[in-house]
């Protein structure tokens, strides 16, 4: 993992198992940025309630429960996973990972989310985008 502010500056930099296990749920979770990927094979879905979903998805052998919460007009609120990191800084383990997201922007024929925020526990956001324009090969 290599972060760079501003693209050139090395920020941080790690390495190893423990990063690498983060990195695939990290994966699993940008299923919302990439809708047709639920359409894999390689995702299997179950229902959870009528606003929610899990979405089984394997990556590199290891398969990551994926919650979809969606809203009553059909776009994306919420996601949230069990995802393996140290964000408290006390040693590796599976902890609660979530993103919610606002608006949507339609491409295409899908849709993805307008704004996300993700982050750790109730959301002590890392992450903070927002999606101006999408392009689907």
Do not use: K, Y
């Not at 993992?1 to 695939?24: E, F, N």
């Not at 902890?95 to 339609?106: K, Q």
């Amino acid at each position: 993992m290599r972060w760079r502010l501003g693209g050139l500056i090395p920020v941080v930099t790690a390495t190893g198992d423990d990063v690498s296990r983060s990195a695939a749920g990290r994966l699993a979770s940008e299923l919302i940025l990439t809708p047709a990927a639920a359409l894999s094979p390689g995702v299997n879905w179950t229902a959870v309630d009528e606003d929610s979903a899990m979405a089984a998805v394997e990556v590199d052998g290891t398969i990551h429960d994926v919650t979809i919460h969606v809203a009553a007009s059909g776009t994306l609120d919420s996601i949230e996973l069990l995802r393996w990191g140290d964000p408290d800084q006390t040693g590796f383990g599976l902890h609660r990972f979530s993103a919610v997201c606002t608006g949507e922007l339609r491409s295409d024929g899908f849709g993805v989310p307008a704004h996300t925020r993700a982050g750790w526990g109730d959301l002590e956001a890392f992450i903070d985008f927002d999606t101006e324009r999408t392009v689907f090969l």
